[in-house]
């Protein structure tokens, strides 16, 4: 299991444009969550998409930048 999470839709142009900073920042792993068709996850996450979350339940909204990736996973 990955230490990090995106929760994220489909065809989200933000999305997309997070996972590219996730790529810049070299984030290693990280799984992916939809969360289009769990309505739980929509309550949740429906217009905070894309968010990643640490395995300890912390999370960085969009809008980030590779910096804050860096020092969001170096957090404890």
Same mark, same amino acid.
């Given at each position: 299991?990955s230490? #990090?999470?995106? #929760? +994220?839709?489909?065809?989200?142009? $933000?999305? =997309? +444009? !997070? $996972?590219? &900073?996730?790529?810049?920042?070299?984030?290693? /792993?990280? @799984? %992916?969550?939809w969360?289009?068709?769990? =309505?739980?996850?929509?309550?949740r996450? @429906?217009?905070? &998409?894309?968010? $990643?979350?640490? =395995? /300890?339940?912390?999370? $960085? /909204?969009?809008? #980030? /930048?590779?910096?804050?990736?860096? !020092?969001?996973? +170096? %957090?404890?």
């Amino acid at each position: 299991m990955s230490a #990090f999470t995106l #929760f +994220q839709r489909d065809d989200c142009h $933000l999305c =997309d +444009q !997070a $996972l590219a &900073v996730l790529a810049a920042a070299r984030l290693p /792993d990280f @799984g %992916s969550v939809w969360i289009d068709d769990d =309505d739980a996850l929509e309550a949740r996450y @429906g217009v905070r &998409v894309p968010v $990643l979350r640490r =395995d /300890d339940g912390a999370e $960085l /909204d969009w809008p #980030f /930048d590779e910096a804050a990736v860096r !020092a969001f996973t +170096q %957090s404890p």
